[in-house]
């Protein structure tokens, strides 16, 4: 396992850089970028279609920059000035602990003040340089692919926060333990709480600014599931503790080709530092500091199902799917319940094999996504009936 971006590239190359990126987090990363590109391709085709118009807007240009301007980027020249010449400073001992540094105290004073002169500055030569005699109203064409940058930032702030929110009413008491702890930390998201949380918030955007909103929900369930099986590729590299139960199983002859990985694994050199100790391991480090080389030697005492691998394998099956359909089906919407439905079966079954705590309702023993799967499954059937109706 790599919990590091840096102990991937040494594994490739030999080389240790110092770097402040988790592998989680840049497999996370990577599918948000990946996503937007769906995303905009998606908007791009139902454009050219004429399923979704622009929008023309006004606004007035050459008018002096407003104080508020000139404040918002004082503040923000401050904060990114305050940790980041800090950070350069200390570089690899920013790269140990990159979590602890963000949310510390530490910065520099002199880097934050030097930089928000910086950028109110520049922003006061911005307004000099297109300042007019006289301001002018201009009325311009918004397509939806022009607000792909403000669709995917909505979706990260909404269900990074909705997924943590799920997490803590899962599992109330270790979130009562360490209320600020578990705030900070950039573990434990659970993906319907991103995925609710993260809809509701795009939908209340859609209609803001006037995208046909059963158009973007197409797109964008195709877009969910892609940047999805990514970010199950990133718990997968850095052993985050999302697998499968121990797999005690004989694999049967027909599965013969499949590496042993693949079947059972006990995810060495995990993130999360569970297990046993791993003999004679040692790990490459940002800085010289007690126990650093041994930071991530713990490998699971029995191999468990790599879940991680098949919800990534499973997620392209639907990804695949619905950019199949995606122009067989002409009425709003109901790709969106298709991607519902099918990604509502795929965790309900998933769940059998993964390590979750089990919760009784009306008789019935599931998971708490297993719950949620099965509510999604239904709300897509829903969705399907309600726009075949409407249509």
């Known amino acids: 396992?790599?919990?590091?971006?840096?102990?991937?590239?040494?594994?490739?190359?030999?080389?240790?850089?110092?770097?402040?990126?988790?592998?989680?987090?840049?497999?996370?990363?990577?599918?948000?970028?990946?996503?937007?590109?769906?995303?905009?391709?998606?908007?791009?085709?139902?454009?050219?279609?004429?399923?979704?118009?622009?929008?023309?807007?006004?606004?007035?240009?050459?008018?002096?920059?407003?104080?508020?301007?000139?404040?918002?980027?004082?503040?923000?020249?401050?904060?990114?000035?305050?940790?980041?010449?800090?950070?350069?400073?200390?570089?690899?001992?920013?790269?140990?602990?990159?979590?602890?540094?963000?949310?510390?105290?530490?910065?520099?004073?002199?880097?934050?003040?030097?930089?928000?002169?910086?950028?109110?500055?520049?922003?006061?030569?911005?307004?000099?340089?297109?300042?007019?005699?006289?301001?002018?109203?201009?009325?311009?064409?918004?397509?939806?692919?022009?607000?792909?940058?403000?669709?995917?930032?909505?979706?990260?702030?909404?269900?990074?926060?909705?997924?943590?929110?799920?997490?803590?009413?899962?599992?109330?008491?270790?979130?009562?333990?360490?209320?600020?702890?578990?705030?900070?930390?950039?573990?434990?998201l659970m993906f319907y709480g991103g995925l609710i949380c993260g809809s509701l918030a795009l939908v209340i955007y859609a209609r803001m600014v006037k995208i046909p909103v059963w158009r973007m929900t197409d797109a964008a369930g195709m877009a969910v599931i892609m940047g999805y099986g990514i970010g199950r590729l990133g718990c997968h590299f850095s052993g985050d503790g999302d697998w499968g139960i121990a797999n005690t199983l004989t694999r049967p002859d027909w599965l013969a080709w499949l590496p042993d990985w693949a079947w059972s694994y006990t995810y060495p050199h995990n993130v999360i530092n569970e297990g046993i100790d791993l003999a004679n391991c040692s790990m490459p480090c940002f800085i010289e500091v007690s126990g650093c080389a041994t930071r991530y030697c713990k490998v699971l005492p029995e191999g468990v199902f790599p879940t991680s691998v098949y919800e990534f394998l499973m997620a392209m099956t639907i990804f695949v799917i619905l950019w199949l359909l995606r122009k067989r089906i002409t009425t709003a919407g109901i790709l969106f319940g298709i991607f519902l439905i099918l990604n509502g079966i795929e965790r309900f079954l998933i769940e059998f094999v993964r390590i979750n705590d089990r919760h009784t309702i009306l008789g019935i023993e599931l998971s708490f996504s297993q719950y949620i799967a099965l509510g999604l499954v239904a709300l897509g059937i829903g969705v399907i009936g309600i726009r075949k109706w409407s249509k």
Request: charged share 15%; with cysteine; net charge negative.
């Open 1 to 188: 396992m790599y919990p590091r971006l840096s102990d991937l590239i040494y594994d490739l190359i030999g080389y240790f850089p110092c770097l402040p990126i988790q592998t989680y987090g840049f497999f996370l990363a990577l599918g948000f970028v990946v996503a937007g590109m769906v995303l905009y391709a998606e908007f791009r085709r139902m454009e050219r279609a004429g399923l979704m118009p622009g929008v023309t807007v006004s606004r007035t240009v050459g008018t002096s920059a407003n104080p508020i301007e000139y404040i918002i980027n004082a503040v923000l020249g401050f904060l990114l000035g305050y940790k980041l010449v800090a950070a350069a400073l200390e570089w690899c001992a920013f790269a140990d602990n990159p979590q602890d540094f963000i949310v510390s105290s530490e910065g520099s004073v002199i880097g934050g003040v030097g930089l928000a002169l910086i950028l109110t500055t520049w922003r006061w030569y911005e307004k000099k340089q297109e300042k007019l005699q006289k301001p002018q109203t201009i009325e311009e064409t918004i397509y939806p692919h022009h607000r792909i940058g403000d669709l995917i930032v909505i979706a990260a702030i909404a269900g990074i926060l909705g997924s943590k929110i799920f997490t803590w009413i899962e599992d109330w008491e270790n979130f009562m333990r360490d209320p600020i702890g578990s705030l900070l930390s950039f573990s434990g």
